[in-house]
């Protein structure tokens, strides 16, 4: 089955610079690539996503890039806010089947 | 609109109890998924139904049952708990394969 590695577990940066979360997956039939964002209590919320047929996605200062021969994907945020505090998730699905990365624990240092 | 939710928010168990874990959507998705978050793991793919009438086993469905009982509804049943299964399950729902899912707030689980 599929298997997702998310590098950094965790990631502190000064309010204003950027964040970069990469991610790697195994398997070469997965087509459907999506970020979550989840705050302390609460259930994971979708920030982005893209598709196996689109290299770069971007929204607002949130922007995804996706290599499929290297199979990995990465998430940017730039201009980073305090509130943008939260552990970040990617995933990798073909179907139904979606496999998540361990997650990364952003920290915004105001 | 409520989007996905979830009851019970909280629920503890002995080994050996059942349960059922319910769960709706009112975005009229076909699909509807099971996952289970524990820590340091992200989250697992426990059943998932593509769409009305439809169940199929994730990642680690052993221990549990699921249920479409409508397109609105999709439960999970722990039939005898074991302390394995004390984790936060999150229930989720996408138009189709290739969207985002709206999760639920989730149930946190303890099994004692």
């Known amino acids: 089955g599929e298997n997702v590695e998310q590098h950094p577990s965790t990631l502190s940066v000064q309010e204003g610079d950027s964040a970069v979360i990469k991610c790697t997956y195994s398997?070469?039939?997965?087509?459907?690539f999506p970020w979550y964002k989840q705050e302390l209590g609460k259930g994971p919320q979708l920030i982005i996503d893209?598709?196996?047929?689109?290299g770069e996605k971007k929204d607002q200062r949130i922007a995804v890039t996706l290599n499929k021969t290297a199979k990995h994907f990465s998430l940017h945020i730039t201009e980073t806010q305090p509130e943008d505090s939260a552990v970040y998730f990617c995933a990798a699905s073909y179907g139904h089947d979606m496999r998540f990365g361990a997650g990364t624990r952003l920290t915004v240092k105001p | 609109n409520a989007g996905v939710t979830q009851t019970p928010k909280f629920q503890v168990l002995k080994t050996g109890q059942s349960m059922t874990l319910q769960c709706a959507q009112d975005m009229n998705h076909n699909s509807m998924y099971w996952y289970r978050q524990d820590p340091g793991m992200g989250l697992r793919l426990i059943y998932y139904s593509a769409s009305e009438g439809t169940t199929d086993k994730g990642e680690v469905p052993n221990g549990y049952n699921v249920s479409r009982l409508n397109k609105r509804e999709f439960s999970l049943r722990l039939e005898s708990a074991a302390p394995s299964q004390t984790s936060v399950y999150f229930c989720?729902?996408?138009?189709?394969?290739?969207?985002?899912?709206?999760f639920g707030p989730g149930t946190r689980l303890t099994v004692l």
């Open positions: 893209i598709r196996s047929n689109v």
């Open positions: 398997d070469s039939a997965s087509n459907y």
């Open positions: 989720a729902s996408s138009e189709d394969a290739v969207s985002g899912g709206f």
